[in-house]
């Protein structure tokens, strides 16, 4: 993965840093290996933030935030994947882990009528929250081990083109610096 193209779509160190939500990690941000943009560092913020995108709380930010602290992956990366999960996608991905965890646990969907109130969804997740926990973590696992996974593949394939395209360009040089020997003789 080309670190220009990160680096030119992720928020600046001193724009994370000026986060109210991220204030609590204080000191903390100024470690440079969360900045990093290695293999290892991006891979496991994919973890991190496509794992914690999955978790049905509204502290998404923050979580990954942390765990970027402590797994010490690139902060920047593990907290904008977070906003996949957005009020315009979180419907949709909290019911399909919803129905992915009645699957696993031999349960029918409940169908009940919605509606936009405190009192409707404290009476729903009493009983919808094992279902949509048990969905979410499967999903969350999934999501991070196949963003690590692609990550790794991804940058190790452009490495390795990058050298093979590397050695192009110094063979090409050597044939062009013996074609010009060749016509001085």
């Not at 000191?27 to 496991?44: A, E, T, Y």
């Not at 914690?52 to 970027?68: E, F, H, K, T």
Request: net charge positive.
């Amino acid at each position: 993965m080309p670190k220009k193209f990160l680096r030119k779509y992720l928020p600046d160190q001193q724009r994370i840093k000026q986060n109210r939500s991220l204030t609590i990690f204080g000191r903390l941000l100024g470690d440079p290996n969360i900045w990093h943009l290695h293999r290892k560092s991006v891979s496991m913020a994919f973890f991190v933030g496509l794992f914690v995108m999955w978790i049905p709380l509204p502290s998404q930010m923050i979580l990954a935030a942390g765990a970027a602290i402590i797994l010490r992956c690139n902060l920047p990366i593990s907290v904008a994947l977070v906003w996949i999960t957005n009020p315009f996608t979180m419907g949709p991905m909290f019911y399909l882990a919803y129905l992915l965890g009645n699957l696993m646990m031999g349960l029918p969907p409940r169908h009940d009528e919605f509606e936009i109130s405190l009192h409707w969804l404290q009476s729903q997740m009493e009983a919808i929250w094992q279902p949509l926990l048990l969905g979410c973590m499967t999903l969350a696992v999934i999501s991070g081990a196949l963003g690590y996974i692609t990550v790794r593949v991804l940058w190790r394939l452009h490495i390795v083109q990058y050298l093979k395209d590397k050695q192009l360009r110094i063979k090409k040089r050597l044939q062009e610096h013996h074609d010009k020997g060749q016509h001085h003789d």
